[in-house]
């Protein structure tokens, strides 16, 4: 309980702020208003010194009443914070370089990887320092970036630090985390009355010199438990990720659409979620309140099955996590179409938007395919269920498997597609997911834990069998409105189409798309197709053959896609022999 002594950091953060507020500094060190910031009024920047003196007092005082020992690893978290706050409060205050801040970044992540944090699951050491500086670099800036509307890194913040600090407390014991999470989180709560204020604007930004000091510390909790001893279970490895799932997830956003748009990454814009949340309809505390709802439950996954410590409980996690990222995206979708319309209609619910049967079922079904390609794939080639090293190690590579696969299906925009209208290039996209995610788990696992008598192979026959799995399930929906024409043809209409060629096809395969229809043959001069069969429907001869088809399809119509008078005459003249209707169709195109 001498570990709560940190929340002493509320108050702290508070009273500071409020105490610049009312001094010279709050008129002096401000954010003017510019088209590539979210405020429109001038308002003070140093948000940041009230955090960072709440959680280094907060801090100090822990260590003083020895409530957590002054070791290394906790004064090089707290010195690398210090570094970037004092960076963060030189570019509040004159701006620098985006070289100097990465500067101070990577020299910040010097600090911590000194202190003797790294990521302990990766047994290489150079390849474990190198992904701890792209851990707390990137996160720093994935923090700076999500400062981009009130409340809003500060509440990701505060919610991430409560499930560290349960974390440190319970799973995995750390005295250290647990004192600067509760000091970090408790810094933020005094600062979110002054940001987030529900029907008024911000009194206090907290600038870079909070930001970036909020996602660096962020990070190195991350570092300083969970993957400190991610050795054996991938839950530990994933708490982190789902914790700041909102931040990560936002960052790769705008940085993709920026670099497709050939704009700086760390020039400022108006492109992230919660402002195309706004865009779409909702408020500014809604669109905070939605992010942090989402953070929230991402969080409570990663924590739930990271404190079974089953891998089955793992493999559940995944596929919760993943209907909650996908139906978050289908809610994202339906406020961009209420935007495109006009946005005249109410703002979609949330809870309706988390139930989207279709999209539910695409997800659900996926994994089960998954599931049983990796297990037949191992089958196979371990001739059954293996040893109990084999299934250690089939068991813990599921859920990075599942991770990857999912991530991989998002990515290819498996779960936006219509499969009713599948064609070669939805399947394409199908084999590529995954290929890539099956090379992804291949390259991934055996850093994490030897394979020893687990055949690598696995993973690439678990690609090929997953591929045709899911490509079949796809399939069926695009086959279905087929199969349910064969079932009622008494009733459809039997059409005879002229003609072979781009137009034709096009148009059988609309008229069978149409389901009332019922295309019996087609007509064509092209030698190379007669008697064979064109998008599923046979060319019963040349044109000069039309009484013969007459006869043998028993059509209900004739549609011509060919022009040509003199070809036509003899077609039409049969037509009209046989009492069959008969037109010519044409395709129109306008470019606007």
Known sequence: MSAAIAIVALPISYLTLRALLCSSVGGRLVAVPSGERWHDRTTPIFGGIGIFAGFALATALAVAVNAVAGRGELWGIVGGCALLFAAGLIDDVRH???????????????????SGLRVEVIGNDVLATIVALVWLVGIANAFNLLD?????????????????????????????????????????????????????????????????????????????????????TLATTLLPLLVLAVPILDTTLVTVVRLLERRPVSQGGKDHTSHRLVYYGLSQTQAVGLLALLGLALGATGLAYNVLGDPRVTVIGVLITVVLLVQFASFLTDLEERARRGGGESVPSVLRALWQPRRLLEVLVDFGLMCVSFLVAYALLQNGLGGPGERGVFLQALPILLTARYVSFVAAGLYRRIWRFASVHDLLAIVVACVASGLFALAVVPILWPLGDFDWKIFPLDAVLCSVLVASSRLVLRLQPHASALRDRAGQKRVLVVGAGRFGRSLARELREDGQVRVVGFLDDNPDVRRRRVRGVVVLGALDEIGAALESAHPDEVLITIPGAERLAGITAACATAGIPCRLVQRRTEIA
């Open 148 to 232: 981009n509307m009130d409340g809003l890194a500060a509440s990701l913040a505060t919610i991430a630090c409560a499930y560290f600090a349960v974390d440190a407390a319970t799973e995995h014991p750390n005295r250290a985390v647990l004192v600067l999470s509760l000091a970090l989180g408790s810094a933020c709560l005094g600062f979110l009355p002054l940001n987030l204020r529900p029907g008024g604007e911000a009194i206090v930004f907290m600038g870079d010199s909070g930001s970036q000091v909020l996602g660096f510390a962020l990070a190195s909790f991350a570092l300083s438990s969970s993957w400190k001893v991610a050795g054996t």
């Open 96 to 114: 620098l370089s985006p070289l100097a801040k990465l500067g101070a970044q990577f020299g910040a992540a010097g600090i911590v990887i000194a």
